[in-house]
Structure formats: C-alpha cells, structure tokens
C-alpha cells in the first residue's frame, strides 16, 4: 500500500524541534505527513508536549471533499509512536481525514531534557494531549463526526478518557488494547499494593527486572519485521518502567474490571491466538508474543453494552503491523465494520 518514498529512520533526527503554535511542518515519516507540536510548557519532568500527525496525500481536498465521512485520531502503545503510513493510507482510502498523536514523552514528543520516556503516575495526564488534539482536529472539521483507535496501552489509555471525560465520540477501535495484567486480576492486586508503597516514596523508581527484545524483533526490520522503527521511540528493549506508572496502569486495570459502561460502538480486534515466551520464536510473527488475547477479549465485554470482538488469524500484538496475510485480514474485517457503522 505504500505510495511515497519514506526516509529510513536512522535518518531522522533522535529529537524533534517544537513547532510554533498552529504551524505545520514536515514530517519524517515522508512528504505527505506534517506535524504540529500541543506545547503544555513544563511539567514535573521538563517539556511537556505531544505532537500531531496528519495524512495528506496530493489531491486530498479533492478526494474527499464533502464526500468525507469522518475524522480519525489514532493512539498509540507503549513504548511507541506512530510509524504506520499504511493505516493512514486505509482510512483515507475509506473516506475518513486520518491525525495520529505522539503522546508527551513518546516519540516525536521526546525531548532530550526527559530522563524516563514515556513517564506518567496518573494516566488522566494524557487526557490534556488527546484534547488539545481533538480541539485541532475539529477546527479543521467542525462538521464530521471522530472515531478514536489506540493500539495496546492507548487502548486503555483511550478507554479510560471516553470513560471519564464523555467527548462527542462516534466509535472506538481497539487494537489489542491493554486491559488487564497479564497474570490477570488475582496478581495485579498484590502487587498493586507494593507499587502503592513504592511510590508514596519514590514514584519515579525504576523497577528491576528481565528484559525481552522479542516484540521489537518480530517488528522490526534490523531483525525478523517488516516495519523500519526509529532506535529510541519504539527502542529494542521497551522504556524503563516505574512504580508509579505500573500503579497508574493497574489502577486502569481496576476500573475496566468494574465496568465502564461506554455507551459508544467499540470494535476489539485481537489475534486469535497468544504466544509469550522469553526469547523469540518463528511463531512470533503470527501472534500476540505480549498479551494474552483471551484475556484481552474476557475484558473486553467489560468496556460497554455495544462491544464487537474481531479475531484475526495470525495476527501479531499490532494487527495492522502484521505479516500478510493477516494484515490484509485487519483491514478487511476493519472495513466491514465500518461499514455496518455507517
């Protein structure tokens, strides 16, 4: 699907400069995406900005025009940034404006001052950088309705704010959102009450404990992937975590377990089968090697009244990042959602 040339990562720069506010700049990704830094000025951990990403193809005006059925704003995981021109070429193919957003202290929003990527004790933090995306989003389209989509973490991130926050919303896409503790509820709990002890002292302690490579190889193009992914936004070993974000994280557990009751249509598509291991395996490629996609779905049925559970045959964690054929499988099963939707 790809139809620019994209400069290899190790081209691009390891931090990105903040743009002036309301200016659109190139994008590294290639010459049909811009960015547009959200500056919050500082936070506890330096600069605080996210960075959104928009998909303008040549002619996107004419294309679409008031044929245009919507807008779409993507999220992604942990450890991570948006790096996928296919999937804003597939929403723009279904008629939809595609903007994806780096998530303070995520990717493009990284910034040489920040001493633990990705860092946050309350995940009510991001609910400032989806918003000011969302105000930009709707400035450009006041009139189409937005469908949200978050990979793994955004997932829940995403879940979490529709829960709290209500923003006029059409639909949300989850992508092997991330909704509960892999060793499920009966371990989170305990060791939930460690990480609160942790961090009424120290919430920016890092946690020791094994490191794995083997997602970042099935992903990547330096080992077994397919996806050319930039060395420190989606790094070969994942960012450092903390006691005060796995708290953060089990507490979001917590309250998808009670139920959030989203009254909004939600798509959940997973593989259909996990393996995790402590290195990498041929198999990999062709499963979730992160989390456990029966839990994935058990939790799912706990997010609202309106949930469609899509499985995808040989699908990795990011089903759109996937090894043909499952990867077309995505977009297929995708599209005939959409269209139910509409």
Request: overall charge neutral; aromatic content about 12%.
């Amino acid at each position: 699907m790809k139809e620019q040339f994209t400069p290899e990562t190790d081209q691009w720069p390891d931090y990105q400069a903040t743009t002036r506010a309301g200016e659109w700049s190139q994008d590294p990704l290639g010459p049909h995406f811009q960015q547009q830094s959200l500056d919050f000025g500082t936070d506890s951990e330096g600069p605080a900005v996210a960075t959104l990403v928009r998909y303008r193809p040549p002619g996107f005006r004419n294309k679409l025009g008031r044929k245009a059925k919507g807008v779409v704003l993507s999220v992604h995981g942990w450890s991570d940034y948006f790096y996928n021109p296919e999937l804003a070429e597939f929403w723009h193919a279904q008629g939809y404006h595609f903007y994806a957003v780096d998530l303070r202290r995520h990717g493009r929003s990284l910034r040489v001052e920040h001493q633990l990527p990705g860092y946050v004790d309350d995940l009510a933090t991001f609910d400032e950088d989806l918003e000011a995306a969302l105000s930009l989003m709707r400035s450009e389209h006041p009139s189409l309705p937005v469908i949200v989509q978050g990979h793994s973490t955004g997932g829940l991130i995403l879940s979490l704010w529709i829960a709290r926050k209500n923003p006029e919303i059409k639909a949300l896409i989850l992508n092997s959102p991330w909704l509960e503790f892999q060793g499920t509820a009966f371990l989170r709990i305990p060791i939930y009450g460690l990480m609160d002890a942790i961090t009424r002292t120290n919430p920016r302690r890092k946690l020791m404990g094994p490191e794995f490579d083997h997602y970042w190889q099935s992903l990547s193009t330096q080992a077994h992937g397919e996806w050319d992914v930039h060395r420190l936004w989606r790094p070969r070993l994942a960012f450092p975590n903390t006691a005060g974000w796995l708290k953060t994280i089990f507490e979001g557990h917590a309250q998808v377990a009670k139920g959030l009751n989203l009254g909004l249509p939600i798509l959940v598509m997973t593989s259909d089968r996990t393996h995790i291991g402590t290195s990498y395996s041929a198999d990999m490629q062709h499963c979730d090697s992160v989390l456990d996609v029966q839990q994935t779905r058990l939790r799912a049925a706990k997010l609202g009244s309106f949930v469609t559970l899509c499985e995808v045959a040989g699908a990795m964690h990011d089903v759109f990042t996937s090894a043909e054929p499952a990867r077309a499988y995505a977009y297929r099963d995708l599209a005939l959602w959409l269209r139910i939707l509409t």
